[in-house]
């Protein structure tokens, strides 16, 4: 074994300790033997010792020092020639622990077998020997210790099953206790309650097709309350299969009658996953109930709140969050979301600027925060703003672009187009080529006339993403609105159809040029699904212009009204209704 160095900080006490023990300070090395680390100034210190005990103390001794410290590969070094020398029981031992902690299952092998010679009968050493085999894969021999160690646990406490299965889970892995569990449920015990232990731990490994299997099982034999567990299980494979539907329906039955907090908690998420909050929402009130402190209940819970608009409930909830570190800044965006829903702007901006920079919502932070010091303060007070906390956050050069693209933004809502396509040529020197940069520029572009300029921005994109399905779009109606070229127009956006069916953005670009292109019928159609999805100003005057087209004059002249009451003065619909003549 390679020279071990002893801290200098421990050396005076180490040197003290083997002179007591009998061991002398010579100039002699021997090999194997400890090298005691010193200041640079002095020579190493070579220890002798005057005998094996003082040897094997002084191993011990740097042993156990390690030990304390957490370093358990170092340890096992000094436990080892120890064992190896004394053969004795209670350091075999001891090295055979420390061998099983520090995941080295040869010497654990070795010393256990020492160990064992000595005490065969010992709980302690069936365990040992468990973990020490499933880990090298003899399922079949950890299967007999096991067996042996589950029947000596029943007889003194109990439990014999579950201790043995806890145990190797936590000391063998999830992998390893599968396998031996597995043949447990196959040799040994094939009740429901092995069978559910089983399928929980082929769910942690991720082995569907068995899950599956064992869930079949545990339904037809199983008491209701395996039964509970065995769907609660089949729901993780359908979640991680994106079948949230069939997850929900296993879970529905037992979903009334369940003491199970995780199950109700699983039950909950999925209806939000399929859009269903209302039905979430009391769920999540009881569950916040038995469980006040538990932070993923009491977050969602603020969240539904918030997005129910009921900022009151909504805010302590969220103010809960900021005492737990590793959520406070997210907090503080959704606590200014609450306090602009509560009409505090103030103290909205300090929320914001308190999520800076370490939010996953840092940005939107940001253009919230710029929003309302724009309607405070006006424009150029919002735009300094923002230079200011890209100084003050030591921001890099991707975040700056993403200030940069709010400010761009704010110019944009101010018409200020020229200085906006400044700002974002900026943006794209500091991080080329984003395609969030070169989308937002080309739109500006598309502002000032100067449409090519625009296509070759987007054309960029799709040089590197030519799945990108907005880019798509807005290339096809760019085309569509700027040019003649109708058809080439037609098939990118159709491209940008298969890749988001239901955009309705998409759907609003499809019937535009179907109408360009005469195909009247196909328009209609887009537009309506579209109109449905997303009923605003600019979808609205494409529908009421095909309807018109289409002889539906009624229908146009109504929904135009509709539209002009709900947007006055929008330029869209003021220009829609100057082409199609007699609807105003």
């Avoid at 007999?144 to 145990?167: Q, V």
């Avoid at 709140?305 to 959520?327: C, H, M, N, V």
């Avoid at 991707?398 to 110019?411: C, E, N, Y």
């Amino acid at each position: 074994m390679s020279p071990t160095p002893i801290s200098h900080r421990l050396r005076h006490t180490m040197l003290a300790l083997m002179l007591m023990g009998g061991a002398c300070i010579t100039p002699t090395v021997l090999a194997a033997d400890p090298v005691l680390e010193t200041p640079e100034t002095e020579e190493p210190i070579q220890l002798v010792f005057s005998s094996e005990l003082s040897k094997n103390m002084f191993h011990l001794m740097l042993g156990e020092l390690y030990r304390q410290q957490d370093q358990v590969e170092q340890a096992l070094e000094h436990y080892a020639i120890v064992a190896e020398n004394t053969k004795d029981i209670a350091i075999s031992k001891e090295a055979a622990q420390i061998a099983i902690e520090a995941g080295n299952n040869k010497l654990a092998e070795r010393f256990v077998t020492q160990w064992a010679e000595a005490k065969p009968t010992s709980l302690e050493v069936y365990q040992s020997r468990a973990i020490v085999r499933a880990r090298a894969g003899e399922y079949d021999k950890a299967l007999e210790d096991l067996i042996w160690l589950r029947d000596a646990t029943n007889k003194k406490e109990g439990h014999g099953f579950e201790y043995i299965l806890s145990t190797l889970t936590l000391e063998a892995g999830p992998e390893a206790a599968y396998e031996v569990f597995k043949r447990y449920s196959q040799k040994v015990d094939q009740s429901a309650a092995v069978k559910v232990a089983v399928a929980h731990l082929a769910n942690t490994l991720e082995r569907d097709a068995e899950v599956l299997e064992l869930a079949d099982q545990i339904a037809k034999t199983g008491s209701e309350a395996e039964k509970e567990q065995a769907a609660y299980i089949r729901s993780k494979v359908y979640l991680r299969q994106g079948k949230p539907e069939e997850a929900l329906n296993v879970l529905e039955p037992f979903i009334k009658t369940t003491k199970e907090d995780e199950l109700k908690l699983d039950y909950a998420r999925t209806l939000i996953m399929l859009e269903r909050r209302e039905e979430a929402m009391p769920i999540f009130k009881q569950l916040y109930e038995a469980q006040p402190d538990d932070d993923n209940i009491f977050y969602t819970l603020g969240l539904l709140y918030l997005e129910q608009k009921e900022y009151t409930f909504a805010e302590p909830l969220i103010k809960k969050l900021l005492d737990i570190p590793s959520r406070r800044h997210d907090a503080n965006y959704f606590l200014g979301q609450v306090y602009e829903g509560l009409n505090r702007p103030d103290e909205a901006f300090k929320a914001y600027e308190q999520a800076l920079p370490n939010s996953r919502f840092a940005n939107e932070a940001m253009v919230r925060a710029t929003a309302l010091l724009n309607t405070k303060s006006g424009l150029d007070a919002a735009l300094k703003w923002l230079t200011d906390q890209a100084s003050k956050l030591n921001l890099n050069d991707a975040q700056q672009a993403d200030v940069l693209r709010i400010q761009s933004q704010l110019l944009q809502d101010a018409e200020r187009y020229p200085e906006a396509v400044q700002i974002l040529t900026k943006a794209d020197t500091l991080r080329p080529n984003h395609p969030d940069t070169l989308y937002q520029r080309s739109l500006v572009y598309e502002k000032l006339g100067k449409i090519e300029l625009a296509e070759q921005d987007l054309k960029a994109i799709l040089s590197t993403s030519p799945d990108n399905a907005p880019a798509l779009n807005a290339l096809g109606y760019l085309l569509t609105v700027n040019t003649q070229r109708y058809k080439e127009a037609q098939e990118m956006i159709q491209r940008a159809a298969k890749l988001n069916p239901d955009d309705p953005a998409i759907m609003d670009s499809l019937g535009w040029v179907a109408f360009k292109l005469n195909e009247l019928e196909t328009a209609e159609t887009e537009l309506r699904k579209a109109f449905k999805l997303l009923p605003d100003a600019e979808v609205g005057s494409h529908l009421v212009q095909v309807l018109h087209a289409r002889g539906k004059t009624e229908e146009a002249k109504k929904l135009l009204a509709e539209l002009m009451t709900k947007y006055p003065n929008n330029k869209l619909l003021v220009e829609a209704s100057k082409r199609v003549v007699g609807l105003k």
